[in-house]
Protein backbone atom coordinates (compact mmCIF):
# COMPACT_ATOMS: atom_id res chain seq x y z
CA UNK A 1 0.00 0.00 0.00
CA UNK A 2 1.32 3.33 -1.17
CA UNK A 3 1.27 6.61 0.96
CA UNK A 4 2.62 9.71 -0.73
CA UNK A 5 3.67 12.00 1.42
CA UNK A 6 3.39 15.67 -0.31
CA UNK A 7 6.07 17.84 0.74
CA UNK A 8 5.42 22.19 1.01
CA UNK A 9 8.14 24.76 0.87
CA UNK A 10 8.00 25.39 4.78
CA UNK A 11 10.22 25.14 7.54
CA UNK A 12 9.32 21.80 9.69
CA UNK A 13 10.59 19.82 6.70
CA UNK A 14 13.24 18.28 9.42
CA UNK A 15 10.82 15.72 10.66
CA UNK A 16 10.40 14.19 7.59
CA UNK A 17 12.85 11.19 8.18
CA UNK A 18 11.06 10.03 11.08
CA UNK A 19 7.54 10.65 9.22
CA UNK A 20 8.73 7.93 6.94
CA UNK A 21 10.43 5.61 9.28
CA UNK A 22 6.79 5.66 11.09
CA UNK A 23 4.57 5.03 8.08
CA UNK A 24 7.15 2.51 7.15
CA UNK A 25 6.69 0.46 10.54
CA UNK A 26 2.92 0.71 9.95
CA UNK A 27 3.64 -0.88 6.26
CA UNK A 28 3.13 1.83 4.10
CA UNK A 29 5.28 1.74 1.00
CA UNK A 30 6.45 5.92 1.24
CA UNK A 31 6.93 7.90 -1.65
CA UNK A 32 7.91 11.54 -1.22
CA UNK A 33 6.23 14.34 -4.20
CA UNK A 34 7.73 17.92 -3.16
CA UNK A 35 6.70 21.29 -4.56
CA UNK A 36 9.11 22.73 -7.12
CA UNK A 37 9.85 25.23 -3.82
CA UNK A 38 10.21 22.65 -1.37
CA UNK A 39 12.74 20.42 -3.56
CA UNK A 40 15.60 22.58 -2.36
CA UNK A 41 14.03 22.41 1.79
CA UNK A 42 15.04 18.21 1.85
CA UNK A 43 17.54 16.27 1.90
CA UNK A 44 16.43 14.21 -1.52
CA UNK A 45 19.53 11.47 -1.35
CA UNK A 46 18.31 10.92 2.45
CA UNK A 47 14.50 10.50 1.48
CA UNK A 48 15.45 8.37 -1.54
CA UNK A 49 18.03 6.35 0.64
CA UNK A 50 14.71 5.91 3.12
CA UNK A 51 12.07 5.25 0.94
CA UNK A 52 14.02 3.20 -2.18
CA UNK A 53 12.30 5.64 -4.00
CA UNK A 54 13.25 8.45 -6.35
CA UNK A 55 11.46 11.80 -4.92
CA UNK A 56 8.99 13.16 -7.74
CA UNK A 57 8.89 16.95 -8.07
CA UNK A 58 7.43 17.08 -11.66
CA UNK A 59 4.74 15.40 -14.05
CA UNK A 60 6.18 12.56 -15.31
CA UNK A 61 7.02 12.59 -19.22
CA UNK A 62 4.20 11.20 -21.53
CA UNK A 63 6.18 8.16 -22.64
CA UNK A 64 6.97 7.57 -19.07
CA UNK A 65 5.14 4.75 -17.66
CA UNK A 66 2.33 6.23 -14.75
CA UNK A 67 3.63 5.63 -11.08
CA UNK A 68 1.82 3.20 -8.76
CA UNK A 69 -1.51 5.12 -7.39
CA UNK A 70 -1.54 6.28 -3.88
CA UNK A 71 -3.85 4.62 -1.60
CA UNK A 72 -3.63 7.66 1.05
CA UNK A 73 -1.85 11.10 0.92
CA UNK A 74 -0.17 13.54 3.66
CA UNK A 75 0.41 16.60 2.58
CA UNK A 76 3.44 17.92 5.40
CA UNK A 77 4.21 20.60 5.88
CA UNK A 78 1.23 21.97 3.89
CA UNK A 79 1.77 25.54 3.16
CA UNK A 80 -1.04 28.57 2.53
CA UNK A 81 0.01 28.80 -1.49
CA UNK A 82 -0.87 24.78 -1.63
CA UNK A 83 -4.22 24.55 0.65
CA UNK A 84 -5.36 27.89 -1.52
CA UNK A 85 -4.71 26.35 -4.84
CA UNK A 86 -5.59 22.94 -3.82
CA UNK A 87 -9.32 24.20 -2.90
CA UNK A 88 -9.34 25.85 -6.03
CA UNK A 89 -8.44 22.74 -8.48
CA UNK A 90 -5.29 24.39 -9.66
CA UNK A 91 -2.81 21.82 -10.83
CA UNK A 92 0.31 23.80 -11.81
CA UNK A 93 2.58 21.22 -9.88
CA UNK A 94 2.63 17.57 -10.00
CA UNK A 95 1.81 17.93 -6.26
CA UNK A 96 -1.20 19.68 -6.70
CA UNK A 97 -2.37 17.15 -9.67
CA UNK A 98 -2.68 14.79 -7.58
CA UNK A 99 -4.48 16.63 -4.84
CA UNK A 100 -6.81 17.40 -7.58
CA UNK A 101 -7.58 14.17 -8.25
CA UNK A 102 -7.90 12.23 -4.84
CA UNK A 103 -11.09 13.30 -3.62
CA UNK A 104 -13.08 12.18 -6.71
CA UNK A 105 -10.77 8.76 -6.44
CA UNK A 106 -11.59 8.40 -3.27
CA UNK A 107 -8.15 8.78 -1.78
CA UNK A 108 -7.95 9.75 1.59
CA UNK A 109 -5.85 13.18 2.21
CA UNK A 110 -4.78 14.19 5.32
CA UNK A 111 -3.37 18.10 5.49
CA UNK A 112 -0.92 19.39 8.20
CA UNK A 113 -0.85 23.02 7.73
CA UNK A 114 1.92 25.25 8.84
CA UNK A 115 0.66 29.02 8.44
CA UNK A 116 1.05 31.71 10.45
CA UNK A 117 -1.97 33.64 12.12
CA UNK A 118 -2.05 36.29 9.35
CA UNK A 119 -2.30 34.49 6.60
CA UNK A 120 -4.67 31.80 8.57
CA UNK A 121 -6.67 34.53 9.44
CA UNK A 122 -6.86 35.87 5.50
CA UNK A 123 -10.80 35.20 3.55
CA UNK A 124 -8.85 33.17 0.99
CA UNK A 125 -7.91 30.20 3.52
CA UNK A 126 -10.49 30.51 5.58
CA UNK A 127 -12.49 29.57 2.70
CA UNK A 128 -10.50 27.20 1.26
CA UNK A 129 -10.25 24.96 4.72
CA UNK A 130 -13.87 24.92 4.93
CA UNK A 131 -14.48 24.16 0.89
CA UNK A 132 -11.80 21.21 1.57
CA UNK A 133 -13.22 19.85 4.57
CA UNK A 134 -16.93 19.60 2.61
CA UNK A 135 -14.85 17.47 -0.17
CA UNK A 136 -13.80 15.07 2.56
CA UNK A 137 -10.37 16.44 3.25
CA UNK A 138 -8.82 15.66 6.59
CA UNK A 139 -6.51 18.62 8.68
CA UNK A 140 -4.42 17.67 11.42
CA UNK A 141 -2.71 19.70 13.64
CA UNK A 142 0.95 17.90 13.32
CA UNK A 143 2.00 14.94 11.61
CA UNK A 144 1.68 13.28 15.14
CA UNK A 145 -1.80 14.00 15.59
CA UNK A 146 -1.93 12.87 11.60
CA UNK A 147 -1.71 9.25 13.45
CA UNK A 148 -4.84 8.01 13.99
CA UNK A 149 -5.11 8.19 9.92
CA UNK A 150 -1.48 6.15 9.64
CA UNK A 151 -3.07 3.91 12.24
CA UNK A 152 -5.73 2.93 9.50
CA UNK A 153 -5.11 -0.43 9.04
CA UNK A 154 -4.07 -0.15 5.00
CA UNK A 155 -6.85 -2.56 3.40
CA UNK A 156 -9.50 -0.58 5.45
CA UNK A 157 -8.84 2.59 3.94
CA UNK A 158 -10.80 2.38 0.95
CA UNK A 159 -13.08 -0.33 2.31
C1 LIG B 1 12.40 29.44 5.22
C2 LIG B 1 10.98 29.55 4.70
C3 LIG B 1 9.96 29.09 5.49
C4 LIG B 1 8.63 29.19 5.04
N1 LIG B 1 7.64 28.72 5.84
C5 LIG B 1 6.37 28.77 5.39
C6 LIG B 1 5.32 28.25 6.21
O1 LIG B 1 5.53 27.74 7.32
N2 LIG B 1 4.05 28.30 5.72
C7 LIG B 1 3.76 28.82 4.49
O2 LIG B 1 2.59 28.80 4.10
N3 LIG B 1 4.73 29.34 3.70
C8 LIG B 1 6.03 29.32 4.12
N4 LIG B 1 7.02 29.83 3.33
C9 LIG B 1 6.66 30.46 2.04
C10 LIG B 1 6.46 29.40 0.94
O3 LIG B 1 7.68 28.72 0.72
C11 LIG B 1 5.99 30.07 -0.38
O4 LIG B 1 4.67 30.59 -0.21
C12 LIG B 1 6.00 29.11 -1.55
O5 LIG B 1 5.52 29.79 -2.70
C13 LIG B 1 5.17 27.88 -1.28
O6 LIG B 1 5.23 27.03 -2.42
P1 LIG B 1 4.57 25.56 -2.38
O7 LIG B 1 3.23 25.67 -1.74
O8 LIG B 1 4.44 25.21 -3.85
O9 LIG B 1 5.52 24.66 -1.69
C14 LIG B 1 8.34 29.76 3.76
C15 LIG B 1 9.40 30.21 2.98
C16 LIG B 1 10.69 30.12 3.43
C17 LIG B 1 11.79 30.63 2.55
Known sequence: ???????????????????????????????????????????????????????????????????????????YPATFNTINKFALGITDTYALGLLAEAPGLGIPVTLVPFVNDALAARAPYRAAVAALQEEGVRFAAGWREAGPFLSVPPDRLNG
Open 1 to 75: MDLYVIVCAAGPVRDLPELVAEAQARDWTVQVVTTPKAVDFVDVAELERRTGRKVRVNYRHPSEPKPPRADAIVV
